[in-house]
């Protein structure tokens, strides 16, 4: 039987493993993709908006040749982070439900059945875009995962989303050669953009390279066009390609199976959980890193929600002297 089985092998979750495996405990991390699945899934090249020290677990220097790491530094130091302090890891399979008690519990997942004393959800919320609820949404030119530019050369995309992620996408589709429309539903970009992100995409708009729509709601997508609803009136505007960067959300249906309740008084919908251990309403099931957050997923980001691992970490190593 494991002291703690963690759920996601992020890099909380790989924090989590790691701290815990320190405390003499034993641990492992369940993941339904690859290690850090979510990075995985970013776009190729991207730059974090974090420096690298802000991004490190368990004490390891994260050296690189950037002042902000790209994505490939970061998969390249979350690995030799998990291969040095020789983690548990059971990658490529998914949980499902959880049931039984702290000291007693039994984590079902698409390949079998794990026995452990105490959980921690590290889940994320990459997994699950915030949808548009629009028509066409599922037609094959919609993603709502931006990867990279250069498929997109010459050709019309539409962008839709006012944060940080959209910015960059259109910024970087520009630069490859498509020619693309932004379109965003409030009447300015969002003031998370980054300081250094903004001018950049404000003068290509000013200077036509870039079309952008704002205060404009997307009513249906068809294939080969999009249609708004702008300030002026409905337009149909061409797209051979479509990113939908909305954001995404915890997985609300995988927490309740977990047993993890929501805060009543949290528009979010954020866990209930004591800040003091992390753990929620359930004992022994605790959570850590973006998912504490709920529906508001920059609430907590690696900066901050590494801090997680040594607060559970701690207190499970008090619980068992
Ligand atoms: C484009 C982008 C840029 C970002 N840049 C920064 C930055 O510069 N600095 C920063 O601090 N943060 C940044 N963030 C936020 C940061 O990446 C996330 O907050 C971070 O990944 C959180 O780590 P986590 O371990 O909590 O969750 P995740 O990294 O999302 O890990 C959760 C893991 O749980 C797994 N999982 C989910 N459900 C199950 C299941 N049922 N069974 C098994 N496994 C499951 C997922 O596959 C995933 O691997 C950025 C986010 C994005 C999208």
């Not at 050369?153 to 520009?174: D, E, P």
């Not at 709601?217 to 390609?241: N, S």
Request: charged share 20%.
């Amino acid at each position: 039987m494991l002291d703690v089985l963690i759920i996601g092998a992020g890099p909380v979750g790989l924090a989590c493993a790691l701290e815990i495996q320190r405390r003499g405990l034993r641990a492992a991390v369940v993941e339904k993709g690859a290690l850090v699945n979510s990075i995985v899934g970013y776009p190729t090249n991207m730059e974090f908006f974090s420096t690298p020290e802000l991004l490190e677990i368990g004490g390891y220097p994260f050296p690189t040749n950037h002042y902000k790491p790209l994505r490939e530094d970061a998969l390249d130091y979350y690995l030799r982070v998990a291969t040095s302090e020789k983690l548990t890891l059971r990658l490529h399979e998914k949980v499902l439900s959880l049931t039984g008690e702290q000291g007693n519990f039994t984590v079902t997942t698409d390949k079998g059945e794990i026995r452990t004393r105490n959980v921690i959800v590290a889940t994320g919320f990459y997994d699950l875009p915030n949808p548009l609820n629009v028509p066409g949404e599922d037609l094959p030119h919609v993603s709502h995962y931006y990867k990279e530019p250069y498929q997109h050369a010459t050709q019309q995309v539409v962008v839709i989303g006012a944060k940080n992620s959209a910015a960059k996408a259109a910024l970087q589709l520009t630069r490859a050669g498509a020619r693309v429309t932004l379109i965003v539903r409030g009447p300015a970009l969002s003031d998370s953009v980054k300081y250094w992100i903004r001018p950049d995409l404000v003068n290509r708009i000013t200077e036509g390279r870039i079309t952008a729509y704002l205060s404009t709601t997307v009513t249906a997508i068809r294939p080969g066009a999009v249609e708004v609803l702008t300030p002026d009136g409905p337009r149909m505007l061409p797209a051979d390609f479509v990113y939908a960067l909305t954001g995404y959300h915890p997985d609300e249906d995988l927490l309740g199976r977990l047993g993890v309740e929501p805060d009543p008084a949290d528009e979010a919908r954020a866990p209930l959980f004591d800040p003091a251990t992390q753990e929620t309403t359930r004992p022994g099931l605790f959570v850590a890193g973006t998912v504490c957050g709920g529906r508001a997923t920059s609430r907590w980001f690696i900066e901050n929600g590494r801090h997680h691992a040594q607060l559970i970490a701690a207190h499970l190593a008090e619980q068992r002297s």
